[in-house]
Structure formats: C-alpha cells, structure tokens
C-alpha cells in the first residue's frame, strides 16, 4: 500500500494525536479573533467531509483563515490532493508553514483578506473554515462565508454559534447563492478568554457545524 | 507557492479590468520531488489556463513545455512528467508576483505570496 493509501486510511484518533502537537498562536491578536481550531473539533470535522460526503480525498481544498493550519493540514493528512491555507496574518502563515515541515505533508499558503479573495479557474472543491464568530468585528464571519461560497465548487464546512442559526441559514440561501445549508452537528467550542477583564480562562459556547453548497456561478 | 496556485490568483487592485496572470519575478526557486498523480494532473489540465502557466514555468527557469497542448497529449507519459513537474515541485521561494496593469509587485517570501491589497487599492 502506498503512502497516499495508508494517509486515508488514518485513523480518527491518530489524526487527532497528530494535530495535539502542531504550534498554535505564539501572541495572538484578539482583533483578528486568532485562537486554535482545536483537535478534537478538527478531526471530527474532517472525518465527517471525507466519510459522509467524500469532500477531502483527492480534491483541491481551501482552509480559509487557516492561522496556524490545523484544518488544512488535516485534510492534507486525510488525502486532499492540494490544500491551500489562506490567512491575512503573517505570523499565523508562518507557523502554519513550519507545521506543515513538521507533519512532512505540503501546503500552499497565501496571505490574503478574505474581502479580496478571488481565485479563477473553479480549481477549489472544497473550503473547510472556523472564521472569526463576528465577536470582534461585526459581520467578519458573513465576509468569510461569503468568500467560501465563491470560490468552491462542491462544499463548504463552517462553524459558527449556535446562537446566528437562523441569520446564516438565511444568508447564505437568500444573498450568497447557497444550494442548501445544513447543519450536521451542534458542538462545543473551547474559546480562549481573550479579554483581560474576563475571570475565567475559558468560556464553552454552542457551535454548528455546518455544509453548504454553492450554486452554480 | 506552486505554479497551480500561481494559475488562480489575480490582482484584485480598484480599477484594474484584468489581473491576470500575475508576472512572477523569481529570485529563488527549489524543487521538490512528489508522487504523480494522473487523475489528479487530467483534471487540473481542463482548468488551467495553460498560456499562464508555460509563461509563468518559463520565469522559473523552465523551459520544457510546448506553447500550446491540447488533451491528447496527456496520454504521453514524456509530457505528463513535464506537467507534473512544472506543476506541482517547483516552488517559487523568494520573488515577487505583479499586476499586469499597474506594475504593482506583490512580494512572495518564504514561499507565502502577499496578496494584501493597501487601503488606496480597494
Ligand atoms: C478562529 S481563527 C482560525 C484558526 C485556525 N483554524 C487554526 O486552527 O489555527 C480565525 C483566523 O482568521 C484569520 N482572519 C481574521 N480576519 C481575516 C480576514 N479578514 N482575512 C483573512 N483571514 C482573517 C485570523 O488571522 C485567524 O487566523
């Protein structure tokens, strides 16, 4: 069996102890909403894409804002043919470079807004993201969605609260061409007290986990 | 960054009409070595806009493929090792990519192209 083989067929919890050790944000900036995709959210996300649907082996895939590369690299663990990570911060790009090295899987990066992110040809199967939730900057998660929606052609794996359910559905059908948005799974999300005033280091919030397809352009 | 994603990305500048393709300047370009994979370079082939991609192979230093291909070649294990190898090892590592209109560079370092727009260009 090859090595492309054996990497699909990598367990769940193998992917899970490989992403445990990659390097997160050394200093993260709160504006930018910079906190970890966690492993165990990551490895679920990624079985679900490649097992459910068959949205990550032998498909270009997208990890948009992809800071320190987890979900990218994940998919790169799980088979994808070509992962481009795209963040618009420097220090999270690098990092994710320097995971990837480590993990010896290859990854694309490009430093980009995702406001101005347009990529020609409808190359990208997939775009797998955990955008900023919108709690710093209202509407970051709409830009993201937005983006995902125009430059894949087969699925778009998102998570975002529980609590705008309606407000993305909505968007996504009404103003951002979405075929369908579906909600596969409601999960808990460890978000990293970032403001100093906050008493507790972490706070758990309800996120979904959601697939949308786009329409056709 | 490979010349596929070299193959997808424009200049998103305000006021430019066509971004594309990006002339690269290249000053540092490295090779590495990875597994084919024919269905995978069949299906980028019908994407690709293949006039950027020889002109954009050609600023990398290669100089081995046709101006013009259509999809028959592609049974021809000679030219897929070519495509295969322009696509997918050579990296541009240090260089800089520029907008066809305005002359903008976009700087590429450590392999990362910056593709941030200032804010008189959106
Ligand atoms: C919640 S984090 C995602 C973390 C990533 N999945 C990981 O595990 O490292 C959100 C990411 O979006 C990036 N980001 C925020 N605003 C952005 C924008 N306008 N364009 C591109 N990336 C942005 C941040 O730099 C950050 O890396």
């Not at chain 1, 895939?61 to 618009?88: M, N, P, S």
């Not at chain 1, 983006?147 to 359910?165: E, G, I």
């Not at chain 1, 979405?178 to 309800?206: G, N, T, W």
């Amino acid at each position: 069996m090859n090595r492309e083989k054996e990497r699909k067929r990598m367990k769940l919890k193998q992917l899970e102890g490989l992403l445990g050790d990659l390097d997160q944000f050394s200093d993260p900036k709160v504006e930018l909403e910079q906190y970890p995709t966690g492993p165990h959210i990551t490895s679920r996300m990624l079985y679900t894409a490649e097992n459910s649907f068959g949205d990550v082996s032998d498909r270009v895939v997208v990890d948009l804002g992809c800071g320190c590369g987890t979900l990218g690299l994940a998919a790169a663990l799980l088979g994808a043919d070509i992962v481009i990570g795209i963040d618009v911060d420097t220090d999270s790009l690098l990092t994710a470079s320097t995971n990837a090295e480590e993990l010896e899987v290859e990854i694309e990066l490009v430093q980009c807004d995702v406001k101005h992110l347009d990529l020609r040809g409808q190359v990208v199967d997939t775009v797998i993201m955990n955008p900023p939730f919108g709690t710093r900057k209202k509407g970051a998660d709409m830009d993201f969605l937005r983006a995902a929606l125009k430059v894949a052609s087969r699925a778009v794996y998102s998570l975002h609260k529980t609590s705008t359910r309606e407000h993305i559905k909505r968007t996504a059908l009404r103003d951002f061409n979405a075929k369908s948005a579906e909600v596969l799974c409601e999960l808990r999300y460890d978000l990293p007290q970032l403001y100093k005033f906050h008493r507790k280091k972490e706070v758990d919030i309800a996120v979904d986990l959601w697939r949308f397809v786009p329409g056709t352009a | 960054m490979r010349l596929l994603t070299h193959n997808m990305l424009s200049s998103n500048i305000k006021g430019v009409a066509n971004g594309f393709p990006l002339r690269i300047v290249a000053e540092k370009v490295i090779e590495k070595p990875v597994e084919m994979n024919h269905d995978f370079l069949k299906n980028m082939f019908a994407k690709l806009d293949w006039k950027a991609f020889v002109d954009a192979s050609r600023s990398l230093g290669y100089v081995e493929l046709p101006d013009e291909a259509d999809a028959s070649m592609l049974e021809s294990s000679e030219f897929l090792n070519k495509f295969h190898h322009a696509l997918l090892e050579l990296h541009l590592e240090e260089g800089a990519l520029v907008c066809p209109e305005t002359g903008r560079k976009f700087p590429v370092n450590k392999g990362i192209p910056n593709m941030l727009l200032h804010e008189d260009e959106v």
